[in-house]
């Protein structure tokens, strides 16, 4: 019976490796091609948005491999893995996301300087609500998307100059710039497009079990094509002209269901509360770009993708609903796959209760929400200074200061 | 050796996982990035094409995984699988080819009322073929392709407006916006290559056993090439200019032999035969495209993409293929494999004959044929219902009328 | 035990099925969308880059699968599995190398002679490196990518008419046309991307063991990250102006680290040493781009794409690194992977001298560029024939030639 042991612990352990492959494959798509190409619907910042993307993210992975490992070290050395190396295009997203938040509006030096520390503190946070208060976030709603995008609001806030806020606080300089051409939008979508494709697999790499990494896998599929379909109603149930669909809402609140979902895409939602999630999520991220992003503009907190509407608030309505699930979270439901999903429950009853439980969530998200901010605004305060090139008005949103043009 | 047994059985259903895993992603790609980007061939309609692409088939999974599972149900509970997603895919593959035949002629509206429609009957097909005829028709080139293709043209037919018909009955109204751009032409081809790269992955998705799968995927990648080299050569060959080639053909023609060795691909067919298939679709697809599309125009069916060229010829060409390979199928040859790919056959003969499984192989394609056309028709005068806001002759092929443009 | 050693045997097997299935789809996607896409940067060129891309691929892969198999034939059956579908895959990359050296100034008939000759001296070729001098070569950058790019400059070379050169030795004719337009960068970069991300498949395709494969693919993933670094920097510092960046040295130098580490990838090089890998990839190819290209042109030898910066140079370079890792190799370090890297060389000793396979790895290459420039040379003049209609001067950079534009 040793063999047949023997034979299970091999099988579980063979498919976690192809699982991750499988994953890895699909999240490096996701940061390479996806973000990429999502923020190229400026029209005339294609270049930029393609190019920093590709920099930020290949130097992020190799940083991101050194920091994380600052607290998985053993006797001093770095074991990269397959795993250790999907963390790390995971971390990348992060600072993706606050690209996202001041797309052409900060120089490369600034991009540069932005990413170098925002790394550094998200391993920090990542360490506090993945290892001090032990949250359940699977798919990193909270510790990667909310961080990355309130990280980025807060940069935003910080970077703008003082003489655009007091001469023209509504709109944004080189007004016609920050706007989409036919040709940017359509291959902007080839980036939301993949990012929609493989975000199953972002939200499922990191399960522990078999059964867990399936629930992960169809949960995040219903709640996408649920809240597909909730943004192209609600896109012309909120449209100032006709009932017309508008191309922002298309390329981005579509995939608000991946992170909606992401932080419980593991946890027994039923596939009912899984498209409820993903309606939810497109109404918030419609109504937001709606009504929210032009409202934040204009008290001076730009947000050129709106990655609020699609990574901010999503990402906290996700954390809620950990609250939510953890405080239902039952033995008995979810049997050995506990531990599995929340790291401080276990089911033989000794671990933390699900009231416990629930507070933990709580914090994590709440400390996520304070130390990305905080650090967002400091770090785009440090980034004004002028060794880093800010940019002046005129050059904002503009391949020109950055690249040869043809 | 009981513990040697279930390790073959462990091994066997473990490799299907995978295949399905894979088979998932990439039939994922083809129906999100395939279909959507290969329809923004037209130079005004790139947004219409991916938006309602993605709408349409964000919706029809949902409702695809309800309609099937009305067949499949035990106990009143309906299971959703990774097998149960992969079909939802592939069904929602059909309305994406519908949608191809009436792309720039329908409103949002009636395409959703199409949609919906649409796969209520494409599953009684389906079950119809499967179930009943236990027809084998694994890449779904009777089922899926045939049938698109042909409840498209019905439904094409059908929508025509009776003014349109007899002012101008062999011009489309605005011609103008009927056709590519240089850039339009190139995002095309994004989803026209994405298809071809993973079509292997749809047709080999639904086999059963390993053997079947291998020759599924080896089959399908050589008619695809074979296809491919026939296109260029006979688009030359055809041209109406100086040999000059033609970006519709390279766009669609190349993809017939996927279509047209579908439902015989995992049969033993030999790569001389899946070559031969190959070179056999891509010339009826492009003298499809060069001669019979503008007749059907003139004769009051419109076909924007050509899908008769692509999904509906090459349909029925694999549907008399499955006739001719059946009545050759002897259990010698196929052994074990022979209830997989013929379910009503069996390796110890007490199955159907293989005459009697050749007969029920083309009553099948000429039930689809026969529902899949009444039913757009049926659909198509149904869905020129005042309420679903068909469109105006200026109104067609134009994003105007959906999208808030730049 | 038996029924133990069994399992762990056909654990192995399957892996490796599975392994190359992965590594299948992302090559497969590196040939058809990576080097398509890529060669779209030309402002008119679009059409036939995709275009002659997908149908030369096409062609090679079912022509390379008869050429190859002329070497590894039993009985005069010639097997079609998985991997001799990946290997005709990956000589099919050859061919496009070689589209990229001469993209735009080739008939499509010229094209199609070039790459029915070149296969077969690659395969003559491939079979000197692989089973003659049994050299080290798992990613190809001998026998694939320096044998590419110098067949490509060979028949570059020969294929100029001697007018040009007599009277404009210093410019390309059309020179108008010789370069991007903002679109069509933006479309190259499709390519660019996914050739990135799917790298280390490509270079760990034909890996023999599990631990062999893991090395490849995580130093692929270290060069490319590095060298994507390195390109962004030096693309800065070399700039003509003001520290702008060059969209050809994002698209194609990021790329270099792949080639570079691609001999060596499955040797113990070490993180570090892949890093290091990347960084002078990276140097090299980025002033390959900036000084080299322009001063060969002069000479004579036209480089649309730069393969000599992207292929050539980074495919010598990783052929040197070979014969040091080979000098270096020993039992202790390898173990009973020493036999997979280094074909001649064997753990129990028996084998070459780690010395022996360092000599045999410097001929391989030297070989691969004697007979890839001389091949391409007389090749090229062969492709002057009238009959292969040679282009104008004014056709060339054109789609006008071979397609019906809009």
Redesign the interface.
Known sequence: MK??N??HV??FS??F??TI??CF??T??MI??GF??LM?FL?KY??SA??FN??LA??V??WALLCQSFYHMQDNIIY???ES?LEADIMSATVLITFGAVLGLASGLQLLFIAIVEVAVACLNFWLVADIFKAADVGGSIAIHAFGAYFGLGASWALRSRKTKSDTPTATPTVDLN?????S???A??GS??L???WP?FNSGLTNSNAEY?RA??NT??S???A??TT?VMSSVV???QG????VH?QNS?LAGGVAVGSVCNMFIG?GGA?AIGIGAGLLSVLGYRYLTPLLTKLGVPDTCGVNNLHGMPGIFSGLLTVLFAALATKEEYGSDLTGVFGAMSDDGTGRTAANQALNQFFALLVTIVVSTVGGIITGLLARAPILEPLEDHEKYDDE??????
Chains 1, 2, 3 share one sequence.
Not at 179 to 183: E, H, K, L, T, V
Not at 244 to 247: G, I, P
């Open positions: 063999s047949s023997n034979l091999s099988f063979y498919r490796y192809i492959f499988a494959e699909g490096h798509v390479f091609i990429g190409f190229t029209k294609c270049y393609l190019g590709w920099f290949a130097l992975i190799q990269i893995t397959k190396l706007g989409p051409s036919y040709n939008d359509v291959t979508m080839i497009i993949f929609w494709i493989y697999s399936q896998v169809i599929y219903l996408l094509a649920a597909t379909v192209f449209s100032k002209h017309r669909l508008d191309m298309v579509t596939a498209v200061v950055n690249w040869e043009l043809p």
